[in-house]
């Protein structure tokens, strides 16, 4: 039997099929159809089933990743939403938190984002919960009447309900929610003491709004999907990845589908660290470069950092996530002079329509995928494995027009010169997750994929100081391999505000038991065996009077029975003494958060040693590619053709379907057993 992996990024679509045994791969990557996802995904999925030659029944799993909503988002192309909140409080996703972004406070030209609901569409319930959760003032029938009124009047897709204090008593939510349902069948209804019954009522009201604003455009293309997926006789089942580096049934992603909003770039992670484990390479930095963006993240013994907090707009969105910094930066991004001629690379990207210059299609605007064409990283007739003509004179044209011309040197200089400033902005990402956190990324190997990865890390990495490189084997389509072995997870939360006690832990066992239960009635939905369950209890936890935590987890606690709150708090105040330098044991520590991580674990295909034979005169060819201020001429080897033990020093181009890793002189590349690339600079 198969596993399928499948990322849908800005501007392609990389699907890899796993032998669940034997660990075999095939690959295909496909150009997106703008506006049509979702055919582009039955196209990779038909592509890559031909060329391993097997039907539809042979496959067991499809785990998918998509940037689906995260673009909705972005791009504010999510449905239009309403938001039913408690009477006085319409107002509190437009005046957010008491401190501001600096660039809201310094930068007065700048507009504040618009919130994802305009006023007109916020309704105020009469009604009221204290934060004790008792019922000041119920919500009355009518009440109930007038606002579903309100919702049909308004010709709104979803609706986002948060009331106060709702994660204590979420009785007037949910009565709203299912005569919502029930009156309007085709609006999308979430409420927050679903989606986050957590306390702080802006970051809860603008995950909320955040998730419905997206679930029609999620459920739609979804059925789609299973409609398109039912016609090709593809019966397997559908599983969708989520920001925290795990897959869902769709039904259970759809009750909260911001967890999806964050999920592109947490495939190639999980593949990452999967690789870290067996590779005995367990200190990462990875670094993903796909057509629209850059996304790094820190892993330590073969572990990502995680966060449940970030933000999209200014707007918090809160759900556990792997840390994983994203700047606009990839092949389509647009290159430009700005008004004091200053070489500015993104964040607008010509993502895959038009497409760069090079492409042909009509793009008119200098990119980094012209970029590298012109500097001979990437090969014209061998971009993609062929799938994509490339045009280098387009390429030259753009950046003679735009960049070389009004600078007033030649178009080597200036493609240079811009690969040059992309790498000091992508240096800037690494240093962010690594540097800024007390990191020295010169004690960590940088793991380069996506399209671009391998392509711009030589250059990254000298910027940095770093001298060693892990490039995986098809790099191109990493993320959709981590999503190809991706676990089941799913995580659940609730607010439980208060001195934390040694007494406590009969309290906590039973908000943890009823937390569980909801996870194994998930997995039970899932298929997920008995003995493949696992189950990790954490709290934040922080001192007294502070207004932030830290998130607390004893790797000894499994699961079960009551937690020892002795140990917990201990470990928090050695958390707090690594993060901000000390700690004070003798004050007193207080619960805010319990959470339960659920995990299905998946029988992750093994990584067999490389089968392939040294080959007699391998073929290679040279080109003309521009290293330290000049054209050198540098071999150009197909990465098929390599074997465990082969070195390659630079200057040479190692090409092959997804990607091509550059090697500039004096750099060295060594074949591993498993086929990685490991990469060391002068």
């Given at each position: ?39 582009t ?66 930068r ?12 007109h ?5 009469d ?54 349902r ?20 802006f ?55 911001a ?16 690789l ?16 629209t ?18 933000e ?35 964040p ?27 500097l ?24 003679e ?26 240096a800037e ?40 490189m ?45 937390l ?167």
């Amino acid at each position: 039997m198969y596993r399928i992996g499948i990322d849908v990024g800005g501007t392609f679509t990389d699907v890899i099929l796993v032998h669940e045994d034997s660990g075999a791969v095939h690959v295909a990557k496909v150009l997106n159809e703008p506006g049509r996802r979702y055919a582009t995904v039955l196209r990779g999925i038909g592509r890559v089933m031909e060329l391993a030659g097997i039907g539809p029944e042979q496959l067991s799993f499809i785990g998918h990743g998509t940037t689906i909503t995260t673009n909705a988002v972005i791009e504010r192309k999510g449905s239009r939403t309403a938001l039913i909140t408690n009477r006085g409080f319409r107002d509190v996703i437009e005046i957010g938190r008491f401190s501001r972004p600096a660039d809201l406070i310094y930068r007065v030209q700048l507009d504040k984002p618009r919130p994802l609901v305009p006023r007109h569409l916020r309704f105020e319930a009469d009604c009221r919960v204290n934060a004790q959760g008792q019922t000041l003032k119920d919500l009355e029938a009518a009440d109930i009447e007038r606002l579903v009124e309100a919702v049909r009047a308004s010709g709104v897709q979803a609706v986002a309900v948060c009331l106060l204090f709702s994660f204590l008593d979420p009785t007037h939510e949910r009565r709203l929610r299912d005569r919502l349902r029930e009156a309007l069948p085709g609006v999308d209804v979430l409420i927050s003491s679903d989606v986050l019954p957590e306390f702080r009522e802006f970051p809860r009201t603008s995950t909320t709004l955040f998730a419905a604003y997206v679930s029609p455009v999620l459920r739609q293309y979804i059925e789609k999907l299973v409609e398109g997926m039912r016609e090709q006789k593809i019966d397997s089942r559908l599983f969708i990845f989520q920001s925290n580096g795990g897959v869902g049934r769709p039904e259970l992603v759809l009750r909260n589908p911001a967890t999806t909003l964050l999920s592109g770039p947490a495939g190639a992670v999980v593949g990452a660290a999967n690789l870290a484990r067996v590779s005995g390479h367990t200190n990462l930095i990875t670094m993903d470069m796909g057509g629209t963006s850059l996304d790094v993240c820190l892993l330590r013994n073969a572990t990502a950092e995680a966060t449940t907090a970030r933000e999209i707009d200014y707007f918090p969105i809160v759900t556990p996530m792997l840390d994983v910094h994203t700047v606009g930066a990839g092949g389509g991004s647009i290159v430009r002079l700005d008004d004091v001629g200053r070489l500015k690379v993104g964040p607008e990207s010509a993502a895959a329509d038009p497409g760069p210059a090079c492409y042909g299609l009509g793009g008119d605007h200098v990119t980094l995928t012209d970029v590298n064409l012109v500097l001979g990283y990437i090969d014209a007739d061998d971009f993609a494995d062929g799938a994509v003509k490339l045009y280098p004179d387009k390429a030259r044209a753009v950046i003679e027009r735009d960049i070389a011309r009004p600078l007033g040197i030649g178009v080597y200089e200036a493609a240079a010169g811009i690969f040059k400033v992309a790498a000091s902005q992508m240096a800037e990402a690494i240093r962010f997750v690594s540097v800024q956190r007390g990191a020295d990324p010169r004690d960590f190997e940088l793991c380069p994929f996506g399209g671009g990865g391998p392509i711009h890390a030589f250059s990254i990495a000298q910027e940095l100081g770093m001298r060693r490189m892990l490039v995986p084997n098809n790099p191109g389509l990493f993320s959709a391999s981590g999503i190809a072995v991706a676990d089941f997870t799913h995580d659940y939360s609730r607010s439980l505000i208060k001195v934390l006690e040694a007494a406590d832990g009969a309290a906590l066992a039973s908000e943890y038991a009823r937390l569980r239960a909801r996870a194994e009635a998930d997995f039970e939905l899932e298929g997920v065996p008995a003995g493949s369950r696992r189950f990790e209890r954490s709290m934040d936890l922080r001192y007294a009077g502070q207004t932030t935590e830290i998130n607390v987890r004893i790797a000894s606690d499994d699961g079960s029975g009551e937690p020892a709150i002795a140990a917990f708090v201990a470990e928090f105040h050695r958390q707090h003494e690594l993060v901000y330098t000390y700690s004070v044991p003798d004050e007193p520590v207080e619960l805010v958060n319990v959470r339960l991580r659920a995990v299905g674990l998946v029988s992750k295909p093994r990584l067999a040693p490389s089968a392939r034979v040294a080959a007699k005169g391998r073929a290679e060819s040279s080109r003309e590619v521009w290293f330290d201020d000049r054209l050198h001429a540098t071999r150009v080897l197909r990465r098929e053709s390599l074997v465990a033990g082969d070195r390659i020093e630079g200057p040479a181009i190692i090409q092959e379907l997804s990607s091509a890793t550059v090697l500039p002189p004096g750099a060295e590349a060594v074949v591993d057993e498993l086929d990685n690339l490991i990469v060391t600079l002068r």
